[in-house]
């Protein structure tokens, strides 16, 4: 069932090596490396010359008897290495403890995710799951020992300039898996290059990136050059990630890979229940372990005993009550993460088990018992608009149907890390991967009972978050930590733990009645929303409101009535996740519109373009649209696309008798947090250094959407730079006083208009330092890479440092301080939108798209694969054109796995799907071909007309592929995913079909 696109085998195109082309027989170093590779030609070279018979197979270790005496010898790097080590240690963490080579990752701990991979004899190995003892006697090569080969160095740079790297935390990885792929097989297959990095697993890129990087690596001709917008300097161009070399080497350190001399290292004892009294608790069996240092419990608090983001009702520490299984106890701080670990084991906690409450209707009844004390309701919202009753009697039909989503793991490849220390001011610091640096420091500090500027966050690059990365989960107790120890603290989840504690996307379910008149057009929508929250509220209300207001989609809709009710249950905590409650309404809103449109005899893509909602609407969340809203665009796009592409496909298809649909879907989303909070307004820091390079100081943190080059981009256009010029420091406390955090799509827009707010200060005050040093007006000048320069002229009148050399000389330096704070009115729109006054803003912008799926059902197996995706979004001007090509693949990926398989499976409040390889992610071997159109309509507010683009393209991707599935089988899904063992046995009856 794989449709794969290989290179010519017939070897008629080859080019042989000439003088020109030596590099790919020969080893260079990297300057001659990165010279030839930029001036080489298109090229098309055979793939294995040899014939697929004679491609050496990939090798296997051989067993052998590990060192009885605990004493292993081998190279690493080739130098030779001796440890006196428990032969049955895993190899990756002796690379990383003992050797401190923290290039190979530990993404699960259980051989799944292939992060970890290293090469033992040139065989490439799981080294989380390779006992020590099986490399005695042999040559271990870690990413780090492999950087400076010349393959390698083919392999980071083909990597960096496809953009197959995002948040990297994986990219070693692959490099390496890929590096042994090439050896023995230099002109690989695009069959070959997945079956080597089959096993591999990336949240980010959704892997086609990954394999074209292999391709380019081994067939230099194939790279694709991306051209940018002539229109501007920079704007528009795929300016690769500043970090990328790093990523791609090993040498990037995440949370994890930090230590220092003195650590303590903490582990937590979560419940054993999810609902349960604690009765007695003893920690004194902890401290007979050797290496115990304190032991932590809630009577031990300084200050504050509950937490949250926006209501405090999570425990630090639990002491009467359990909760849920992701409620800690005690933290136990030892010099030893063996110590740590044996110590929490050791202590003894009694409970009176409870029975759960595992259902929000359970929750909701009278007779449950109550979570809270004001009840088991967590959210309850209700709009209206118009008249419902007479909308939908206006309907010459009326389509009423039930759905269901799943609770979903963000399974992000690293897992929880943190850090702390006292600084020399006596800060308490903390370093870790964090979504909201500022709002954690202002939670911790109440925690310690100290001011908020006592406490630093440092954050650190994140490898993928999605929203999950927003909530604390282990960064506080290490910051307690270390106010109680004055010692540095190290915290590390393993994958269970992991999967444990962080919150999830809220399962919901979904009553949705919509109709429609015989002119196509919607008369009126009522949704009824359930959702289960967790023990505690987390973001839950932010995606209750994101839920509701997006009811309708984005069509325009006279008569609605929605009511969203979220419940506390025993279950595992939700929170924020990609697409947080706009994925669950439009997977309901979809479905209907695909079928509502057949069933009145309507095109269900001119059924949307008859619906969709243009500037000057009023949306379903009381918002006028601006007038850079431009969904019937992207319908209309989408549909040219389908009706010249895909709709043929399928008609050949079906000729062949085989099963194939067509799917489609649309959606809008809000950008940045809106509600009226002041989370959008941020501040931006900018200088020109001595050295006459820039330094820019933003709030903003990077999780491998590629936020700092594209900032990096804004600033460089304003100042007519490099942006290489230019330095970020982001997501550290300590540098700005205040930041929002960074989630709802917002970092482009309001972010990089902060950036651009804040270069053209910077510009302006520098050209007031030319005039005054040089005299005229300042419309005589210009600012240009190399420095200002006359505006008729070319030739600078002096660099960049001799700028800053004047500026310190006048004792006028180079700074600008600015920011952007978007217009948008306080709180909710009101439950009547019809009184919602019409310049209401519940949001600083929306952003749009449209996607259609082209999917086939296999009957003799009973199994699904989608064979394209069209892809059509509107990002405003596209500031990255590689990054806007990596966040749409990613996202159309996670939503592959959204629609057919990803679901945390929960049974009376215990997590089932424990291990990183149950939970469905998709794997290479489901990479799909992602048809991307991107229109580019400009916002006035956004930086250079820029919009938003990260969360919308995930969002209709599930419902496209299940009304796809529809198409091609008739078979509707209402409760997501649709997995094998949901559809299986439906999908086979097709058979009686042929």
Same mark, same amino acid.
């Given at each position: ?99 401190? $080579?923290? %290039?190979?990752? @530990?993404? =699960? ?8 991979? /290293?090469? *033992?004899?040139?065989? #490439? ?71 080597? $990095?089959? %096993?591999?697993? @990336?949240? =980010? ?8 990087? /292999?391709? *380019?690596?081994?067939? #230099? ?774």
């Amino acid at each position: 069932m794989k449709d794969r696109k290989n290179g010519p085998d017939d070897g008629s195109n080859l080019i042989l090596p000439g003088k020109d082309f030596d590099y790919l027989l020969n080893p260079m170093d990297r300057r001659t490396f990165l010279k030839v590779m930029a001036a080489a030609p298109v090229i098309v070279l055979p793939e294995s010359p040899a014939g697929p018979d004679k491609v050496p197979k990939k090798k296997k270790l051989t067993k052998k008897s590990m060192p009885k005496d605990g004493m292993a010898v081998f190279r690493v790097n080739h130098k030779e290495v001796s440890l006196t080590v428990d032969p049955n240690r895993p190899l990756l963490n002796v690379l990383r403890e003992e050797l401190s $080579l923290t %290039g190979a990752k @530990c993404g =699960c701990g259980q051989g799944f995710c292939g992060a970890c991979t /290293v090469l *033992v004899d040139d065989v #490439p190995v799981r080294s989380c799951i390779t006992p020590v003892g099986l490399a005695d006697g042999r040559r271990v090569m870690t990413i780090e020992g492999l950087a400076d080969e010349d393959l390698m160095i083919r392999l980071q740079h083909s990597f960096m300039d496809c953009g197959a790297l995002q948040c990297g935390f994986c990219s070693p990885g692959f490099l390496v898996e890929a590096l042994a792929l090439l050896i023995r097989n230099p002109r690989p297959t695009t069959d070959d290059i997945m079956d080597a $990095l089959d %096993g591999h697993y @990336c949240r =980010c890129t959704g892997y086609n990136k990954i394999i074209k990087a /292999v391709r *380019v690596a081994a067939f #230099p001709g194939e790279r694709r050059k991306i051209m940018g917008n002539s229109k501007y300097f920079c704007i528009g161009t795929p300016y690769l990630d500043v970090t990328g070399l790093d990523k791609a080497a090993g040498k990037l350190r995440y949370a994890a890979d930090h230590t220092t001399a003195g650590t303590l290292w903490g582990k937590i004892l979560w419940s054993a229940h999810p609902r349960a009294k604690i009765t007695s608790m003893s920690t004194k069996p902890s401290f007979s372990v050797p290496g115990v240092i304190k032991v932590i419990t809630a009577w031990d608090l300084p200050a504050a005993k509950l937490r949250g983001p926006i209501i405090q009702d999570q425990p630090v520490l639990a002491d009467v009550q359990v909760n849920c299984l992701a409620d800690p106890i005690v933290l136990v701080l030892a010099e030893t993460p063996e110590a740590a670990a044996k110590g929490a084991d050791a202590v003894k906690v009694d409970y009176e088990v409870l029975d759960p409450v595992v259902s929000p209707w359970e929750a909701l009844k009278p007779t449950a018992p109550k979570l809270h004390e004001g009840g088991n309701t967590a959210e309850k919202i209700f709009i209206q608009r118009g008249d419902i009753t007479a909308g939908m009697e206006q309907g010459v039909r009326v389509l009423e149907s039930d759905y269901r989503t799943q609770r979903v793991e963000h399974a992000y490849l690293e897992m929880e890390a943190a850090m702390s220390w006292l600084d020399p001011q006596g800060r308490v610091c903390l370093m870790s991967a964090s979504q909201a640096p500022h709002q954690w420091q202002a939670q911790i500090a109440a925690m310690l009972g100290a001011a908020p500027e006592n406490v630093r966050v440092v954050t650190t690059p994140a490898g993928g978050a999605f929203g999950g990365k927003t909530d604390l989960t282990i960064q506080h107790l290490c910051a307690i930590g270390t106010a109680q120890t004055k010692r540095p603290v190290k915290i590390s989840l393993t994958r269970e733990e992991s999967i444990l504690v962080h919150p999830k996307r809220h399962p919901m379910t979904i009553h949705h009645a919509l109709a429609a008149g015989r002119d196509g057009r919607i008369t009126g929508v009522r949704a009824m929303f359930m959702a289960d929250t967790g023990p505690y509220l987390s973001h839950g209300r932010w995606v209750a409101q994101n839920a509701a207001l997006l009811a309708t989609g984005p069509y325009r809709v006279p008569n609605l009535e929605v009511e969203m009710v979220m419940a506390y249950t025993n279950n595992p905590i939700s929170g924020i996740m990609r697409g947080a409650g706009s994925a669950q309404a439009v997977f309901a809103v979809e479905s209907q519109m695909d079928q509502l449109a057949k069933m009145i005899g309507w095109d269900p893509l001119d059924f949307r373009i008859t619906n969709a909602l243009v500037p000057g609407d009023k949306s379903g969340c009381g918002q006028i649209m601006p007038a850079g809203f431009s969904l019937v665009q992207c319908l209309e796009l989408l549909s040219e696309k389908v009706r010249r592409d895909i709709l043929p496909t399928r008609t050949r298809a079906r000729r062949e008798g085989r099963f194939v649909g067509v799917g489609y879907a649309a959606a809008y989303l809000p950008v940045g947090i809106g509600r009226g909070l002041d989370l959008d307004s941020t501040q931006v820091g900018l200088r020109l250094t001595d050295q006459g390079k820039f330094e820019m100081i933003v709030p903003s943190t990077e999780l491998g959407q590629g936020v700092i080059s594209t900032l990096s981009q804004i600033a460089a256009e304003t100042l007519s730079v490099n942006p290489a010029e230019i330095t970020v420091t982001s997501g550290d406390t300590g540098s700005l006083r205040q930041g929002p955090p960074t989630m709802g799509a917002k970092e482009t827009y309001i972010t990089g208009r902060a950036v651009e707010n804040t270069a053209r200060l910077l510009a302006a005050n520098a050209i007031a330092l030319v005039v005054k040093v040089s005299g005229g007006n300042p419309e005589d000048y210009r600012l240009t890479k190399n420095g200002p320069a006359k505006s008729r002229g070319n030739a600078p009148i002096c660099t960049w440092a001799e700028l800053a050399g004047w500026a310190q000389k006048a004792g006028q330096p180079l700074v600008s301080v600015s920011g952007y704070a978007p217009d948008t009115k306080t709180g909710l729109p009101p439950e009547n939108l019809d009184q919602a006054a019409p310049d209401f803003n519940f949001a600083p912008s929306f952003v749009c798209g449209a996607q259609a799926a082209l999917v086939e059902a296999f009957p003799d197996d009973g199994g699904i694969k989608v064979l394209k995706v069209l892809a059509c979004h509107d990002a405003g001007r596209v500031i990255n054109p590689l990054n806007v090509e990596a966040q749409v693949e990613g996202g159309v990926m996670m939503g592959l796995g959204y629609a057919l398989s990803e679901e945390l499976v929960v049974e009376k409040g215990r997590i089932v799907t424990k291990a990183l390889s149950e939970l469905g992610v998709p794997t290479l071997d489901q990479a799909v071909e992602i048809d991307i159109m991107m229109m580019e309509v400009p916002d006035e507010q956004g930086p250079f007309g820029a919009k938003s683009l990260g969360e919308i393209t995930f969002v209709p991707t599930a419902p496209a592929i299940i009304n796809a599935l529809a198409d091609a089988t008739g078979i509707r899904v209402t409760s997501l995913p649709a997995s094998l063992e949901k559809v299986g046995e439906k999908i086979h009856d097709l058979k009686k079909k042929r």
